[in-house]
């Protein structure tokens, strides 16, 4: 497996070098830091930390909010490309270990929250212990941390109907509400899957500023929807080298391959 991914991802930056990434808004996605667990989006706290003091130095970090702004500017009026850096899911490493170092380097974040595993203590696949409203309540109070919603149950709004779909989105909204005090403004699907029928789409439309899907590319001003924003997820293998080219919006073959992948993957799963 780690050969075929290598191989990817060398085709991925060949591929860029034939075709740069346009300039435009680029998101990050992160899952998880500490390097626990032997999965790729465990990213051992070192490699998190030297990325992040890349972007501190090399790059223009900013909030979601002020990266969606630059979407409504004409392209060459954008500048420095901006770069938003996004967790998804809520495991107690968001605080343990990926705070401090956002916090060192006062990099903005937003953190995708599937409410149910932090209301109900219940842990994450792979073994993810979930963190608590009241630790998230003290790394909201860093003024770095957008909490957003990722469902309730981290359904999976391709194969559930619209009811369904509202249910999920309604009860993660209530419950951010309820225990931080503000209510989410932005959404990012659970595994990156959009939904099939318009109907749930537009269940996440009403209740979101934004919603994010995956795409490795950059989002263009002036062409980016932004219920579909695309985000370039950071792995164990890409080291320096390949996290440096996704900053730039860079890799998206590697992300085509494995969307293809995912759909097969995921078929037959509901969260």
């Not at 970090?61 to 420095?80: I, K, Q, S």
């Not at 996290?243 to 860079?250: D, L, M, Q, Y």
């Amino acid at each position: 497996m780690g050969g075929s991914r290598s191989a990817v991802k060398r085709a991925a930056a060949a591929i860029d070098r034939l075709r740069p990434p346009p300039p435009g808004l680029v998101v990050l996605i992160y899952h998880r830091v500490g390097g626990h667990a032997p999965m790729e989006l465990d990213l051992p706290t070192p490699s998190f930390e030297a990325q992040m003091a890349h972007l501190a130095e090399h790059a223009a970090p900013c909030t979601l909010d002020e990266g969606l702004a630059t979407l409504d500017r004409p392209e060459e009026a954008v500048g420095e490309r901006p770069v938003a850096v996004t967790f998804d899911d809520g495991t107690a490493d968001f605080v343990e270990e990926a705070l401090p170092v956002l916090v060192r380097h006062r990099i903005p974040v937003t953190l995708y929250l599937a409410t149910a595993f932090v209301e109900e203590q219940r842990r994450f696949p792979g073994d993810g212990r979930p963190l608590s409203w009241g630790a998230l309540a003290d790394a909201c109070s860093t003024g770095l941390v957008t909490v957003g919603s990722h469902t309730h149950r981290h359904a999976l709004l391709d194969r559930v109907d619209r009811r369904t779909a509202a249910d999920e989105l309604d009860r993660s909204v209530e419950l951010i509400a309820e225990r931080l005090g503000t209510a989410p403004v932005h959404f990012a699907y659970p595994k990156a899957l959009a939904p099939r029928d318009p109907a749930v789409e537009a269940e996440v439309r009403a209740r979101f500023a934004s919603a994010a899907l995956s795409g490795t590319r950059p989002n263009r001003p002036g062409r980016t929807d932004r219920w579909r924003l695309s985000r370039s997820p950071v792995q164990r293998s890409d080291g320096m080298r390949y996290f440096v080219a996704k900053t730039t919006g860079g890799l998206w073959f590697e992300d085509a391959a494995r969307g293809v992948l995912n759909r097969w993957r995921y078929r037959g799963s509901r969260s």
